[in-house]
């Protein structure tokens, strides 16, 4: 059994997938919920779902020492980015080597790096007028989106779409493929 931790920021709704496709799991234990902001919506979705969370502000994460030893309590060897809208710090990314992993709700290369997320993602990828988006699963490394792809799925657009559009059909591809991915990720280790 894998201990992973799921790292979001936000709403959560990718976070709650995941939780529920490995509720019955005999492989992969979703040990606990990290966040960075106390009023995300993720940490009443974890509660629901009876995962324990921690709330980990932007300033706590300086402190390697706090942020490991948590990691330790709950026996993690998997961290998992769902929506977590904060740089992985350098010692987190040594103390966990190719195990680290985050969903980019583009077709990286494009579209990636500092500034790009959420709807800014969206926006840049209508005005650019693309035929196609989708999303991307790579391993976290110090250069923001820059790591190694491990998994990349995508849809067809079309120039009716607006923003929103957009978004919807790239978030139901993370729906639909991104706890598969983490499944084989977590089988090959």
């Keep these: 059994m894998r201990n992973i931790a799921i790292f979001a920021s936000g709403s959560g709704t990718n976070c ?3 939780i529920n496709y490995f509720a019955d ?12 902001k106390a009023d995300a919506k993720v940490l009443e979705r974890a509660d629901r779902l009876g995962v324990d969370s921690v709330v ?9 020492d706090y942020v490991l030893s948590v990691l330790s309590n709950y026996g993690i060897e998997v961290i998992v980015l769902a929506g977590f809208l904060l740089m992985v710090p350098d010692y987190l990314i040594e103390a966990y080597p190719r195990r ?13 790096g500092n ?13 650019a007028g693309e035929t196609e ?5 790579h ?3 110090n250069v923001c989106d820059g790591g190694e792809i491990i998994a990349q799925f995508s849809c067809k657009l079309s120039p009716s779409d607006t923003v929103e559009d957009i978004a919807e059909k790239e978030h139901q591809l ?8 983490i499944e084989q990720f977590v089988s090959s280790l």
Excluded: R, W
């Design 174 to 181: 993370e729906m639909a493929h991104f706890p598969q991915v």
């Design 133 to 137: 988006t989708g999303m991307t699963v």
């Design 100 to 112: 680290i992993i985050n969903l980019h709700p583009a077709l990286l290369p494009k579209f990636g």
């Design 16 to 18: 709650e997938n995941i």
């Design 139 to 141: 391993y976290v490394t």
């Design 115 to 127: 500034g790009m997320y959420g709807h800014f993602v969206h926006e840049a990828v209508k005005k």
């Design 25 to 36: 799991s005999s492989e992969v234990n979703i040990a606990v919920v990290i966040c960075n």
């Design 56 to 64: 980990i502000t932007k300033h706590q994460f300086a402190d390697k």
